[in-house]
Structures are given as C-alpha cells and as structure tokens.
C-alpha cells in the first residue's frame, strides 16, 4: 500500500500532471472508458495531502479538458457519429443511451447537457447527439461550460474533502471519493430511469 501511495505522489507531484488530467478528462469526453473522473478525485486526494498538485490548477484542468472533449464529441457527432449508434443493435447499451439522448435532447436542451455530465456514457450520447441535431454552437457553448466546471468542481471536492477526512490514509480518500461518484452517478441514473419508467406508464394508460 506505501509503495502505491509512493507512486502516486510521484506522478502527480509532477508539472506534467496537469496536462495529463486534462488529456484524460478530454478523452474522456468521447470515450468514457477512460477514467477521467477517478484521474481528478485522486490528484485532489493528494493535493489536500501534502499542498501537490494545486487543487485549483486541478479542477482548471478537468474543466478545461472537458471542455474540449465535449466539443470533439459534438464535432464528431455532426460529422455523423450520432447516425453511427442508431445503426448499433437494438437492445444495446449504446444504442439506448443513443435513443435516451435523442429524446433528452428534444425535450430539455440545455439542461439535459448540463447534468448529463455526470453520467459517463450519458453525456457522450448528449454531446454526439447534440452534434448530429445542429444544436447552436453558442448555446452549447454556454450551457457545456457550465457543465464542464461545475463538475470539475464537484470531482475536486469530493477528492479533496475526501483527503482531508483521510489525511492519515490517502488511499482510503481516493477509494471513498471514488466510490461516492460511483453512487452518485448510479443513483441519478436510477432517478432518470424511474421517471422514464413512470412516464410509460402514463402514456400507456393514456
């Protein structure tokens, strides 16, 4: 466990760690198996830690790199990515987070981009889709770079409180903020997947 913890501090003491944060962050945009997320919470652990890497450098990274992998996302999508997963099989994970999308877009806009965020495959769908429907640039600007900060901003928290609490124990501070995003993203995609539920429901009384 020391050596891990070793090892870890000597990544994200290095100058380089910001720019790797905003690679993965970024990447993370369009391709959610990259742990952008887990990147940000654990450089914040270690910055409450010992005051290595600047948790506000942090958070300006993530946001930043988000930002852009957002953009990449709904650029690939009005090249036709969106149109992409509609071709994918019915009944697969993609494909309903393409159809999710869709709907989500249609009804909500803005909104939907904003806390689609925090739903790794989630915000991927919205930004591909938001690409293939023409959604404004500026508006999508605006609303992804409330988006991109606000959740850059709670990851750093959640990492640095989490470091805080376990400043004798860095590595339970990384699994402890880790697995509350964990939570937290499963619970709000329980929410969305209670209330699309309910509302077939009613259409179907209808």
């Known amino acids: 466990?020391?050596?891990?913890?070793?090892?870890?501090?000597?990544?994200?003491?290095?100058?380089?760690?910001?720019?790797?944060?905003?690679?993965?962050?970024?990447?993370?945009?369009?391709?959610?198996?990259?742990?952008?997320?887990?990147?940000?919470?654990?450089?914040?652990?270690?910055?409450?830690?010992?005051g290595h890497p600047n948790v506000v450098a942090v958070v300006a990274a993530a946001a930043l790199g988000a930002l852009?992998?957002?953009?990449?996302?709904?650029?690939?999508g009005r090249g036709g990515g969106a149109s992409r997963l509609a071709h994918l099989p019915i009944g697969s994970r993609r494909r309903a987070s393409s159809e999710w999308a869709r709907r989500a877009v249609d009804?909500?806009?803005?909104?939907?981009?904003?806390?689609?965020?925090?739903?790794?495959?989630?915000?991927?769908?919205?930004?591909?889709?938001?690409?293939?429907?023409r959604y404004p640039r500026r508006s999508f600007l605006l609303y992804?770079?409330?988006?991109?900060?606000?959740?850059?901003?709670?990851c750093g928290l959640l990492g640095y409180f989490g470091g805080l609490a376990f400043e004798r124990d860095p590595v339970r501070g990384i699994l402890v903020g880790v697995g509350l995003a964990v939570i937290v993203?499963?619970?709000?995609?329980?929410?969305?997947?209670?209330?699309?539920?309910?509302?077939?429901r009613a259409a179907a009384h209808h």
Do not use: C, K, N, Q
């Open 107 to 133: 009804r909500r806009g803005g909104l939907i981009l904003t806390t689609s965020r925090y739903l790794p495959g989630g915000r991927t769908a919205v930004t591909l889709t938001m690409g293939a429907v």
């Open 68 to 76: 852009v992998g957002d953009h990449v996302s709904y650029a690939i």
């Open 144 to 154: 992804d770079g409330i988006a991109t900060v606000t959740w850059a901003l709670y």
């Open 1 to 50: 466990m020391d050596g891990l913890l070793d090892l870890l501090r000597g990544t994200v003491t290095s100058p380089w760690v910001y720019l790797v944060i905003f690679g993965l962050t970024a990447v993370d945009a369009f391709f959610p198996a990259v742990p952008g997320e887990a990147a940000v919470i654990t450089a914040a652990v270690l910055a409450a830690d010992g």
């Open 185 to 200: 993203t499963f619970g709000i995609e329980g929410v969305r997947r209670l209330r699309s539920r309910a509302r077939r």
